[in-house]
């Protein structure tokens, strides 16, 4: 079992800058794939980015290539989400993700993890 914990969300104005964090507890945090994903009203759950649990192979969605950056910290248990430039398109509910990792491998499905976070609200307004 693993329990994810977001923060750092918060309203911000086109083209600032956010740091999400998540604090993960429960489980070996270096044996987890970790991801982000984002929610927007209206809209289905879709891939932010993800990284491995060695934190040597990462993956980005195109709409964030470039401004993003996921990164973790093993010996913290904590996996972020730098989000630079941020566009209106970007409001939505960021959520964490874990899932167990024995190969080092890259998931991006949402099917892909077990373990959700409660979400965090990022507002970015034009």
């Known amino acids: 079992q693993v329990q994810l914990v977001e923060s750092g969300g918060g309203l911000v104005q086109t083209g600032d800058s956010l740091r999400l964090s998540c604090a993960a507890s429960g489980r070996t945090f270096s044996s987890c794939g970790m991801g982000w994903f984002r929610q927007a009203p209206g809209k289905e759950r879709e891939f932010v980015a993800s990284?491995?649990?060695?934190?040597?192979?990462?993956t980005y969605a195109n709409s964030v290539k470039g401004r993003f950056t996921i990164s973790r910290d093993n010996t913290k248990s904590a996996v972020y989400l730098q989000m630079n430039s941020l566009k209106p398109e970007d409001t939505a509910v960021y959520y964490c993700?874990?899932?167990?990792?024995?190969?080092?491998?890259?998931?991006?499905?949402?099917?892909?993890?077990?373990?959700w976070g409660q979400g965090t609200q990022v507002t970015v307004s034009s």
């Open positions: 990284i491995a649990g060695s934190g040597s192979r990462l």
């Open positions: 993700a874990a899932r167990e990792d024995r190969h080092n491998y890259l998931y991006t499905r949402e099917a892909e993890y077990e373990y």
